[in-house]
């Protein structure tokens, strides 16, 4: 299957007047605590779009910290047409200035609509913005799985796997468009490795019993996943070639859901070494393995690292399923909202998640700071196993 | 008593193992899975390639006892399932746990009794869950009980190489429903009869 990539856009800008640096403009939003929850959304107007130029500006803007508003009421005021081209015009309405005018050209009114937001969230907040980004997910029918690659918003979903049986575990290889994930074509969970741009898969790891929840590292060069060879599922880590396996724990309770940290040195999953699932950590060179401290929150499982190292989001089961964060380096946890399976997008503030509805699941988006939920588009069937492409 | 004995077992599957690979042997309690070929096809030659690991050290030297095949004879992908055969002797697991409950083993021995009988069948252990782990969790959780299950059998004396395991995690309920009713009936080991083709 084929990207087009966004730089394909012809992004004309025939008028880029700043009147003052936007850092002087949002000084208060580029350094944001993302635990500080009930984080003021920005007011900002659209005006002059029409259908799914505007639904996708609508949901691109809610989603990053921003909250769609009259032209009353906003601070900021977009302008502009989708009459063939999308063109915009972004004014502060406090600061009177226009802080960018642009017009599209080259890409579906969808996808120059995204980039349309990417240049205002950039421009407001400092912050890349995350509406041109892919994601993978699961999508279940009936005794079925199999793997889809989509818009960050789930528009333009594409089935990846042909392979009738269960297929889950997605991941992708950062920067690259190369997904890992699991899949029972063989007759047992082993694991796959994906090209997207050549359409090519190879098996990666084929080991008696379990193989499943390959993570690649920040790097790409190694994977860490679980695998239960050795008698009891573990946390192993390999090279990108599946050479210099080893194992980097050795517990008789099952481990599950490795990540990375960002610099490539630990790795954060869920044991239930010390009788109920916690979160752990371990270094990527072996030694023990330390219990994370999630402020008392029991039952956590299916750590995400964040892309700046700062935070861990997990799931915890308490009664309900619930989105949680702590810090990297553990302490006081900060419930976030009703769901499961948390990943992060490459800005460290938004989050995948899984949310189950009347016994059926459904992919979200979770804007931290101001704990904004919007359901991405669904694919027909149960939605679940989200992760981004970073 | 149990466990001493499914030690010594692993502690002889894996001497026997590591020592075919070169490497210094090393033991851990739970029985390694044998059959089905660990190399994946077109990956490389050094995949699976195992590195000294540096966590847990050994708390006891393995004894060389007997005489048991690296690869068994037994290799699930060339044999023939029958899922009807021990419909009647599935496993029921409590809530979150991968142990065996006194009240179940009385369904494990029967397929014992059967594996001994018939030398040339082996058994997949098939484990589930209900819904109310995370998925990843329960395919993991899945997977314990199946092994659960597995190490109940060599236990008994079960060849190892005759047991595998597959956990297909919460995706394939025996009931369908989101109530404790069906969840009980869906934590479960399945036991699937193989026989060579």
Known sequence: MKHKPAFL???????????????????????????????????????????????????DLDIQGFEVTGADKA????????????TGRLTDRVGKATLLSVRYTGGTLRSEAHTLSDAIVEKITGRNGIARSKVAFKVENGQN??????????????????????????????????????????????????????????????????????APSPDGRRVALVLSKGGSPDIYVCDADGSNLKPLTRTREAESSP??????????????????????????????MRRLSTGGALNCTEPDWSPDGKQIVFTRLAGDFEICVVPAGGGAMTPLVAGEDPAWAPNSRTVIFTRRVKGKRVVSLLDVPTKQIKDIQQTSGSCSQPCWAK | MKYSKVLNLSVVVLALSLGAAGCQPRPHAPTP??????????????????????????????TVRGDIPLQGRFNPDEMTPDHNRFAANTVYFDFDRATVKPSETGK????????????????????????????????????????????????????????????????????????????????????????PK
């Open chain 1, 75 to 86: 601070q900021y005021v977009v302008s502009g047409s989708n009459n063939s081209d999308v």
């Open chain 2, 33 to 62: 899975i044998l059959g089905r070929t660990g190399n994946p096809k077109g990956t490389g030659e050094t995949f699976g390639r195992e590195t000294p690991v540096t966590q847990l050290p050994p708390d006891q030297n393995p």
């Open chain 2, 108 to 195: 494990i021995d029967e397929v014992v009794r059967y594996l001994q009988g018939n030398p040339t069948q082996a058994v997949q252990i098939e484990g589930h869950c209900d819904e109310r782990g995370t998925e990843q969790y329960n395919l993991s959780l899945g997977e314990r009980r199946a092994l659960a299950v597995r190490e109940y059998l060599v236990t008994a004396g079960v060849q190892a190489e005759r047991a595998f395991t597959i956990s297909y995690g919460e995706s394939r309920p025996a009931v369908p429903g989101h109530n404790e009713a069906t969840w009980s009936k869906n934590r479960r080991g399945v036991f699937v009869l193989l026989t």
């Open chain 1, 145 to 214: 799985s199999e793997i889809y690659v989509a818009d960050y918003d789930g528009h333009n979903a594409k089935q990846v796997t042909q392979d009738h049986t269960i297929t889950r575990d997605p991941a992708w290889v950062p920067a690259r468009r190369v997904l890992y994930y699991t899949s029972y074509k063989a007759g047992n969970p082993d694991i796959y490795v994906h090209d997207l741009q050549s359409g090519t898969r190879r098996a990666f790891a084929r080991y008696p019993g379990l193989n499943a929840g390959a």
């Open chain 1, 259 to 288: 990540c990375w940290s960002p610099d490539g040195r630990t790795i954060c999953f869920s044991s239930r070494h010390e009788g109920r699932s916690a979160l752990f950590v371990v270094s990527v060179d072996g030694g023990s």
């Open chain 1, 9 to 59: 856009f012809t992004c004309v800008l025939f008028l880029s007047v700043t009147a003052r640096p936007p850092e002087a403009v949002a000084q208060d939003d580029r350094e944001i605590d993302i635990t500080h929850l009930g984080a003021r959304r920005i007011p900002i107007s659209l005006e002059g779009y029409t259908g799914e130029v505007l639904d996708a500006l609508r949901f």
